[in-house]
């Protein structure tokens, strides 16, 4: 129960901050203030939402059991809209239109301190939204292929077209319009965005569509997400002052995210071992059975190794020390694996991997304002 209302007090609050750098922002037009702020209220009521949801518990007005029956393996999203239309909601997973979001402001308020520019509000969430609908338009596009229908059958059968909430050929069209959407606005910012942002939707893509399906080859599959959702980002938002020349911080930060991706992001399939074998999907799991949480922790502590390298050559300031912190949750990711979840899709690792990877994006933005 503990566990799980951890997980339930982050998730709450990781949609919570946004709002609440929003309104400072606001009212400072400072992102440093705006940004310290959030971080510091978010943090304390994050821990007094947990006191108050345990108070709560133990008075008897609140079962977690119930709400997440009712949560995203029932009736998700829990908000008083048509069936059809929480299928869509429930297929383009928008809390990763948040992450995304989160990413390309953070990034973009980094790029701003890192070439001396004035920070943009209307560029940052630009930037952000096309980032957040890319990973959207991806998860759709990632449930449509055949194969993946017939392993969500075993692994996810509440998923809204294997419940048939949502037909193949109109999920195939909502996705085809939101990689459009993400791919206009990014272009409209800057030609050489939009060209990472392609980079990006072709990375996603063929993740699980024919005829690559990198899901299927061992080690790749792992390595291909990493790039995309690790590399590629910070580069394709650098790019909106450097062009088609990347300079150091951008590939430095984005190989160490993307190597530590390529282990973290493996928590998702820890739930998804008898789907994935049946169908041939070799993963770190499926692969290597109980040995899969030392593979992980071993790519995910390689990645902070590699940080303190570029640290020790000076390609990162050395300010970006601090980042190291981050081998604390990384051990949680890998400690958690088993910790199933009734409200979420995966286990708790899995959310300690998006928390960690928002982290991953915040440190150093903050990190290079102060």
Known sequence: MSKLLVAKAISYRVLS???????????????????????????????WYYCYDRLWCK?????IREKGVQGIKGTYPLIPVSEKLKGYIALCRPLTVLVGLLAGVLLYALACAYYG???DW??????????????SAAQVANQVVREEIEIDKINKPYRPIVRGLVSVRSAKIFAALLF??????????????AAYAAIIAFFSIFYTAPPLRVKRIFLLNNAWQGVARGLLPPLAVFSIFSGFKPDTLPLALGSVIALWLTGGQAAKDANDVEGDRRFGIKNFFTVLGDAAPLAMLAFMLAAFALLNAYILVDVLPLRFAAMNILILPSISVVKNLNCTLAFVE?????????????????????????
């Open 346 to 370: 995966n286990n708790l690792g899995w959310v300690y991997m998006y928390g960690t990877l928002g982290l991953w994006y915040l440190m150093p933005a903050v990190l290079c304002m102060f």
């Open 122 to 135: 209307h560029i940052a969430v630009a930037a952000g939204l096309v980032l957040g609908v890319l990973h």
């Open 117 to 119: 520019v004035a920070f």
């Open 180 to 193: 459009a959407a993400s791919l206009v606005t990014a272009f409209v910012i800057s030609s050489c965005f």
């Open 17 to 47: 901050l946004f709002i609440t750098f929003l309104v400072v922002y606001v009212l400072t037009h400072s992102f440093p203030t705006a940004t310290l702020s959030t971080i510091l209220i978010e943090s304390l009521k994050t821990a």
């Open 59 to 63: 008075l008897g007005y609140f079962s």
